[in-house]
Nanobody
């Protein structure tokens, strides 16, 4: 089970980025996916998560209304569209996968089994 996160970069406040999380070695539609981030000097925190079918999503309050998580199981990819980026969105973003048959989503990092390597998002003027 391998996850590859990409799409990070340097963006000005108010800008947008789309992160991708590509799975290899397994079929993504058997897994719930979460995005997490870790800012410099801070603990890792949840951002958004999605169930295996894509019908249920959850967003932390800090990103609600600005970020959108989606998935394309045919492409084995989960996306995180980030709009109206703020300075405090800066950090390394990780995607994580958890095998699931129940159809739910999972908010906490301890719920996940597999992690990608992270992609750096820097919001700066």
């Amino acid at each position: 089970v391998q996850l590859q996160a990409s799409g990070g970069g340097l963006v000005q406040p108010g800008g947008s980025l789309r992160l991708s999380c590509v799975a290899s070695g397994f079929t993504l539609d058997d897994y719930a996916i979460g995005w997490f981030r870790q800012a410099p000097g801070k603990e890792r925190e949840g951002v958004a998560c999605i169930n295996r079918g894509g019908s249920s999503t959850y967003y932390e309050d800090s990103v609600k209304g600005r970020f959108t998580i989606s998935r394309d199981n045919a492409e084995n990819t989960v996306y995180l569209r980030m709009n109206s980026l703020k300075l405090e969105d800066t950090g390394v973003y990780y995607c994580a996968a958890r095998a699931d048959r129940g159809g739910g989503y999972f908010r906490y990092s301890s719920d996940y089994e597999s992690w990608g390597q992270g992609t750096l998002v820097t919001v700066s003027s």
